[in-house]
């Protein structure tokens, strides 16, 4: 024992001094790294290994199917649901309510994975042959149907649907009681229930959750009815009358705490429910973590337009992903490690709400455009540090979300298609947009987009095409160097001198040099803002800078002190200044 209590303070003392040399040593190799390498570096492997795990994030889609399947359109769903906790499985009845665009419509191909049972399939009530084709069903129509005709299909199945992607299809245990939860994007909503799994098909659904009655089962839209069953059960009934892509259906089911908070429409005639929805042990850190979830509805609905799902709900329910939340339409599910009672989290709270908006009513044409999504939501992040605290917490949270390196393009992004690129330089794209149109032209930007899209697809071509129409600019430039195929930014070095003009007190002129250093564009084109700093104040001009090396000439009153080119960053960059010439 005394031995012990001498070898204790001994090893805390070397266990100290390695830790001292080792934080010594990793500095002084920092200071011989170019940092900028190092993000690089990082976002490379990172990429990769999401690349790895998450290989099947976008499933490949069968172009023939994919063919036969937009000879359809559903217009709704009604989902019917229940569980066998124990052996993670779950027992569905689906009806697919559609509208038959052809009248060669031999085969209707539903989307359900390959190890998913089918028990029948009935065409307007009637039961009809089917055979699988990896992972779809396709249900023998025998030519029945004719050009615009309704048709409703019934499929019964049941299964232990396989984990894909982030986190399909789950069931852990919160509070000593099992939770069963979601996440279908990109395209995993065939893993756990059979449907028209493409983005453009949005439709309306019911969705009847029946769980044990300790349970509460949130869905999207307005809980119609809740039923006590003679077997200690309950029955959840769900209804959305919004169109909704299927990976935004969502299941949240846990032991839940529930709160509720009113946002008042923008006219003052509705009083919509935000509801919220927490493991009890949870309950508080939540309260305080999303207490600004109502004010924060206010502003972006005056800035972007109504909230898109005004006459049902918002709500935010946790759930057993540690990756992060997912924008579930009408219901952000929120990862129960983002609940920490600081609010350390709220950019999040901010990005799935902004989501509502742009992700579930406007939803991107193709997955190439999935920068219309995250980096919209990243940009309200922004936004709402700019409406809480001021200009310079923009500057500041914009300079935060430079990452110095972005792997390839925001458009169609290669690899794991939800890495900062999409991310960070998606809502840099849009930061550097409203630079370029002013603050009223690019309020006016989204308002448009939303408005016209709301409720439909999009694609960034459509987007573009609005920007261009309300500046009446031919933005080609922008998209091209920022979206399309520019990977890299403008690396900028400059000098400048100044002389005194003849025949004045007060005035110089002052020619300043600029060069665009990058490798990966010949010219990044783009209006820089221009800072001279006098003796007797600042003076801020905006030229164009569209050539690799460009002289710009500028006379100032007062004796010049110093050159800044963009202060208040707004170009996505790399600078530096060179000594005067």
């Known amino acids: 024992m005394n031995n012990l209590k001498i070898l204790f303070p001994v090893l805390m003392i070397v266990f100290l001094a390695i830790t001292f040399w080792s934080v010594i040593s990793l500095k002084v190799m920092l200071s011989f790294v170019d940092k900028d390498q190092i993000y690089k570096y990082y976002q490379i492997i990172s990429a990769k290994y999401y690349e790895n795990i998450e290989s099947d994030q976008v499933s490949d889609t069968n172009p023939g199917i994919l063919s036969s399947q937009s000879l359809y359109d559903v217009k709704s769903y009604k989902l019917d649901f229940s569980f066998d906790i124990q052996q993670k499985k779950i027992i569905g009845t689906v009806n697919m309510n559609s509208e038959s665009l052809s009248d060669t419509l031999s085969f209707i191909y539903i989307d359900l994975a390959g190890n998913m049972n089918v028990n029948s399939v009935k065409l307007n009530g009637m039961e009809i042959s089917h055979f699988r084709v990896d992972d779809y069903i396709a249900a023998d129509t025998k030519g029945k149907l004719k050009l615009n005709e309704s048709f409703d299909i019934r499929i019964v199945y049941e299964g232990i649907p396989e984990n894909k992607g ?5 069931i852990k245990k919160f509070d000593d009681e099992p939770a069963i939860y979601t996440l279908s994007e990109p395209n995993h909503a065939k893993t756990w229930w059979p449907c028209k799994d493409v983005m453009t098909d949005k439709a309306d659904a019911e969705i009847i959750i029946t769980v044990p009655e300790k349970l509460t089962a949130v869905s999207n839209g307005l809980l119609i009815n809740v039923s006590d069953n003679k077997n200690g059960s309950k029955t959840f009934h769900w209804k959305t009358s919004y169109p909704t892509a299927t990976y935004l259906v969502s299941l949240a089911i846990g032991k839940y705490d529930k709160w509720t908070d009113t946002y008042t429409s923008m006219d003052g005639k509705i009083q919509m429910p935000v509801e919220y929805y927490t493991y009890p042990y949870l ?94 939501a990243s940009y309200g992040e922004a936004m709402w540090v700019e409406h809480t605290k001021g200009k310079e917490a923009l500057k500041n949270f914009m300079k935060k979300n430079d990452y110095s390196f972005f ?49 439909k697809n999009a694609d960034t071509y459509q987007f573009q095409k609005i920007c261009e129409d309300i500046t009446g600019n031919d933005l080609n430039y922008f998209f091209n160097q920022w979206i399309f195929t520019g990977t890299g930014r403008p690396e900028y070095s400059y000098s400048w001198k100044y002389e005194k003009v003849q025949a004045s007190d007060d005035l110089y002129k002052v020619d300043l040099f600029l060069k665009q250093n990058q490798d990966d564009l010949e010219v990044y084109s783009m209006p ?17 800078n569209d050539s690799r090396s460009q002289q710009i000439s500028h006379s100032v009153k007062g004796i010049p002190l110093d050159v800044i080119i963009d202060n208040d960053n707004w170009v996505l960059k790399k600078i530096k200044k060179e000594e005067n010439n």
């Open 166 to 170: 982030f986190d399909s299809f789950s």
């Open 283 to 376: 309950t508080e850190k939540a309260k305080y973590d999303w207490k600004n979830t109502v004010e924060m509805l206010k502003f972006f609905s005056d800035y972007i337009g109504e909230y898109p799902f005004i006459n049902e709900k918002y709500g935010m329910a946790t759930f057993g992903w540690v990756g992060g939340a997912m924008e579930h339409q009408t219901i952000s599910s929120m990862g129960y490690t983002l609940v920490t009672g600081n609010g350390k989290y709220e950019d999040i709270v901010v990005h799935e709400l902004v989501h509502q908006w742009f992700g579930d009513a406007v939803t991107p044409a193709t997955w190439k455009d999935i920068w219309l999504n995250e980096g919209f």
């Open 407 to 455: 792997m390839g393009t925001v458009y169609d992004p290669e690899g794991f298609i939800f890495g900062p690129t999409v991310y960070k330089k998606g809502s840099w794209c849009l930061h550097m947009l409203r630079g370029v149109t002013g603050d009223s032209l690019f309020r006016q930007i989204i308002r448009t987009y939303y408005d016209e899209y709301k409720y």
């Open 528 to 544: 820089l803002r221009i800072l001279f700093k006098t003796n007797t104040g600042d003076e801020e001009i905006t030229v164009f």
